[in-house]
Structures are given as C-alpha cells and as structure tokens.
C-alpha cells in the first residue's frame, strides 16, 4: 500500500482504503458522461469526505489551492438553486449539488497555509513576500480570472474522482452567478467555476463524441 504510506494526513484521517471495486482513471475517463437524472440515494459523509479530499490533492501554481466548495443537500436549498439554474432539474434532483468557487482574497489572506512546510522560516517568509507582490500587483478581476483557472483543475478532478469512486456528475455553468452566490453566502468578489450535481444516476447520459488527438494536437 505504497499510496497509503505516502496519504496526508488528512487522507488517513478519512480511513481511504483502495479497493478493486474503483475505476481506473482511464476507465473512468472513458465512461464518464454528464448525468441530469438521478435516484434517490443518499451520498454519505464519508463518501463525501473522501470525494472532497481527493479533490483537494489537484495541483494548482504555488500550490495556491484558491477553490473553495460548498456541499449542498438541503433540498430547499437545492430548490432555490434550480431555480438560479433556469430550472435545470438535475439540480433539485441528485441528492448533492457542490458549488465550486474560487476565492482569491481568502487565499490571499492566508498564504502562510500554503507555503511549503518543510522550507525554512527565512525562505517561507521570501516566498510569501513574492506571492503577495506577484498578485498585489494584479487587478481583482485579473487574479479572480487567474484563480478560476485553478479552480477548474479542481473541478477537473471532482469529474473523474466522482466516477472512479462510483458516482455520475453533472457539471455546469448554465445559472445566475449572483443569484448562486447570494443563496449560499459566497462572497461577491469570487468566481463560481461550477456546480456539479452529484449522486448515482437513473440513466448514463449521452454517448460522448470528442475530438480525436490529430484534430487537438499538432506534433513537432
Ligand atoms: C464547465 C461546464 C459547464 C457546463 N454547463 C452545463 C449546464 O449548465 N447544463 C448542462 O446540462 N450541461 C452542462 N455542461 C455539460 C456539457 O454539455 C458536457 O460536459 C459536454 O457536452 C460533454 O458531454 P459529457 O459531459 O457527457 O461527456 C457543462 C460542462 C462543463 C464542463
């Protein structure tokens, strides 16, 4: 279990065992579709835990880790944020919706969190005077801008570890910034990167048709 002997301490702490019943990343890859039509099963806590804690291991530059989520399964909040969605029923339907947002000034605020820990004192202190000369030199929007694409490599991850761990997702962007935002108490200088409506789904969502490699990539 060389994975376990490497985990955080923070992965131990959810008790994260590999079990044969996960998919692959590449099977995971290749079967996952976007799922609007869910059944009435509870995700529990601790599969949301390891859900969220697997996500969190997605890298971002600095390690700056600017997403922030908020986990919803109030259905009258769920309700509320349907309609926020254009009434997007697998928003109301799977029995959990993740807001993911990316936080900048949070971020900011906190930059001793994600300095390196094993650095020493003098080089921690350097690296957050640059961090904080690096994007004070920024406008808002240009680091909000910044922090959103950070933020997407963890929606990136929430995608595939949903269904390697088991579940369907349903990504989207299709909602009212400011009125997701006011619902769940997000602070109006963050960016959304998305919801993602999660849960074990009644059907498996359209075939999925994509760009082959030679149409994405050129070789040089
Ligand atoms: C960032 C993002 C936003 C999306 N927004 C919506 C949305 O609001 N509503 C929806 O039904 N699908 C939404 N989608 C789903 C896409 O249409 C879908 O991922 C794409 O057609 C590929 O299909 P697949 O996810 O089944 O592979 C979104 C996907 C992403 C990644």
Redesign the pocket.
């Known amino acids: 279990m060389l994975f376990l002997e490497n985990a955080s301490a923070a992965l131990l702490t959810a008790e994260y065992a590999i079990t044969n019943e996960r998919l692959s990343a590449a099977h995971a890859a290749m079967t996952?579709?976007?799922v609007?039509s869910y059944l009435d099963i509870p995700v529990t806590d601790d599969e949301l835990q390891t859900l969220l804690e697997l996500t969190g291991r997605a890298p971002s530059a600095f390690n700056l880790q600017p997403w922030r989520f908020i986990v919803v399964r109030d259905q009258a909040i769920k309700n509320a944020l349907k309609e926020a969605a254009y009434g997007?029923k697998q928003v109301g339907e799977a029995p959990v919706v993740i807001a993911i947002y990316a936080d900048m000034d949070d971020a900011m605020a906190n930059l001793a969190e994600v300095v390196h820990p094993d650095l020493t004192t003098e080089k921690r202190a350097s690296t957050i005077a640059m961090l904080e000369n690096n994007f004070g030199g920024m406008t808002p929007e240009a680091r909000a801008n910044w922090a959103n694409g950070q933020a997407n490599i963890a929606l990136g991850y929430l995608l595939l570890i949903a269904k390697s761990e088991g579940f369907d997702t349903?990504?989207?962007?299709?909602f009212e910034p400011d009125r997701v935002k006011a619902i769940l108490g997000i602070p109006t200088g963050a960016t959304i990167t998305?919801m993602v409506a999660l849960g074990r789904g009644a059907d498996d969502?359209?075939r999925?048709h994509r760009h082959a490699v030679e149409r994405t990539t050129r070789f040089r």
Do not use: I, Y
């Open positions: 996952r579709h976007s609007r997007q349903s990504p989207m962007l299709g998305a969502g359209f999925s």
